[in-house]
């Protein structure tokens, strides 16, 4: 099955994958593959695109002071995260549309996040229901959730969530409305047909909703509310024993406002630069969240992490654990399942590997002090 968001090409064989070493390089066969409307949703940014730019930059900037003559013959990534074990701290970051990419989908996703030991955070506006993702395989699943204005229905997603098998939930918090995205408006985005928002339909229905306008604005936009305020993470928080997360938080007094609200954890993030252009990027915010959160909840950081460096330095500076976003698209879009693990398979690697040559044994060992004197 083609969705019409692919060109009819088959899936890169494995050792075609293994000759891939970096993620960029899945970006540009990425490009190739996709159609044009397709590539400039899952890669555009908003506005100018500053902050999808320095998202990435300001990783790269940090250097890595490493420390030499440490034993680092047996060394570990493994975390927890709520309890939940995790083999290497990262999680894919909840990104919708997966069918878009690949037909498998979320599944595809899902299993190559479960084989890998890493946990996924799926999207409200996934191609796939989060029953099906959750039966798919085994590990923990997050749900991403947006306050839209129909409670009912989030009521109704939460429980159906819970019954699924999901640990938790992320409340993206930095979507009161949609960034203005010029490339998917240039390339008329709109969901192809044959795809839906399959957690959005109530049970039963047939159409619960509209998906058909041009532009994420119309064909989304119902699925979020100006209106939504710290008051709805409370009431989002008594809905569920799970811990809720507030993704999309860029200040350390916000930061300090969810936990009051009754958030469990933190998710740093600006959207991968797809909301307010110009927001900071998020390595120059993690540390402060880190410090005003003082280890009292799990942070965690996304936004242009592309590499095991990059994961390293979030660590250093804080995290609890990350969450990739377009990476695992661009491995969905090469060879659904197997590009998405070959993706985890390079950071993972590169993660290893850094804190091999930079004395760190564990990921208790990736202290602030390795990137240098003065951060
Ligand atoms: C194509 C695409 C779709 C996304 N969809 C969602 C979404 O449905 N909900 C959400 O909270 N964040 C969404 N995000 C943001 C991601 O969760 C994450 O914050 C961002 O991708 C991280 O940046 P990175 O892509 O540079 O890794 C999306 C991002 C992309 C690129």
């Known amino acids: 099955m083609t969705t019409g968001s692919q060109k009819t090409q088959a899936d890169l064989t494995r050792d075609e994958l293994a000759?891939?070493?970096?993620?960029?390089?899945?970006?540009?066969?990425?490009?190739s593959r996709l159609s044009e409307m397709a590539y400039a949703?899952?890669?555009?940014?908003?506005?100018?695109?500053?902050?999808?730019?320095?998202?990435?930059?300001?990783?790269e900037a940090i250097s890595v002071w490493y420390r030499v003559m440490v034993d680092v013959s047996s060394r570990s990534m493994a975390t927890t995260l709520f309890?939940?074990?995790?083999?290497?701290?990262?999680?894919?970051?909840?990104?919708?549309?997966?069918?878009?990419?690949?037909?498998?989908?979320?599944?595809?996703?899902?299993?190559a996040c479960s084989t890998a030991g890493i946990g996924m955070v799926l999207s409200s506006l996934s191609t796939t229901s989060v029953e099906e993702v959750c039966a798919a395989a085994t590990g923990p699943v997050y749900l991403q959730l947006y306050l839209g204005r129909d409670r009912g229905l989030l009521k109704e997603l939460v429980l159906r969530a819970q019954n699924a098998g999901c640990v938790g939930f992320q409340l993206t918090v930095d979507s009161p409305i949609w960034g203005l995205r010029s490339r998917e408006m240039r390339t008329g985005f709109r969901i192809p047909e044959g795809l839906e928002i399959a957690n959005l339909k109530r049970p039963?229905?047939?159409?619960?909703?509209?998906?058909?306008?041009?532009?994420?604005?119309?064909?989304?936009?119902?699925?979020?509310?100006?209106?939504?305020?710290?008051?709805?993470?409370?009431?989002?928080?008594?809905?569920?024993?799970?811990?809720?997360?507030?993704k999309g938080v860029c200040r350390a007094d916000?930061?300090?406002?969810?936990?009051?609200?009754?958030?469990?954890?933190?998710?740093?993030?600006?959207?991968?630069?797809?909301?307010l252009?110009?927001?900071?990027?998020?390595?120059?915010?993690?540390?402060?969240?880190?410090?005003?959160?003082a280890h009292r909840v799990p942070v965690i950081v996304d936004g242009g992490i592309r590499s095991g460096v990059d994961i390293f330095r979030a660590l250093a500076l804080g995290a609890?654990?990350?969450?990739?976003?377009?990476p695992i698209l661009w491995g969905l879009s090469v060879a659904g399942e197997a590009g998405v693990a070959r993706v985890i398979e390079i950071l993972a690697g590169d993660l290893d590997r850094t804190m091999a040559l930079s004395g760190c044994p564990s990921v208790s060992a990736i202290t602030r002090d390795l990137l240098g004197p003065g951060r």
């Open 83 to 111: 309890n939940e074990p995790l083999r290497v701290p990262l999680l894919a970051a909840p990104t919708a549309l997966h069918k878009m990419a690949h037909p498998e989908g979320e599944c595809a996703t899902r299993r």
């Open 204 to 246: 039963g229905a047939e159409v619960d909703r509209d998906h058909s306008g041009v532009g994420i604005c119309s064909a989304l936009g119902w699925t979020i509310s100006p209106s939504v305020s710290w008051k709805d993470l409370e009431w989002l928080c008594e809905q569920t024993p799970l811990p809720v997360l507030a």
């Open 254 to 275: 916000d930061a300090l406002t969810a936990l009051r609200a009754g958030a469990r954890g933190i998710v740093v993030s600006n959207h991968g630069g797809r909301q």
């Open 19 to 31: 000759a891939l070493y970096r993620i960029d390089e899945f970006e540009s066969l990425a490009k």
């Open 320 to 326: 609890t654990a990350v969450q990739v976003g377009r």
């Open 41 to 59: 949703y899952f890669a555009g940014g908003s506005g100018r695109e500053r902050t999808l730019t320095r998202n990435q930059e300001a990783w």
């Open 277 to 293: 252009d110009g927001a900071p990027p998020t390595a120059e915010v993690l540390p402060r969240i880190a410090e005003a959160v």
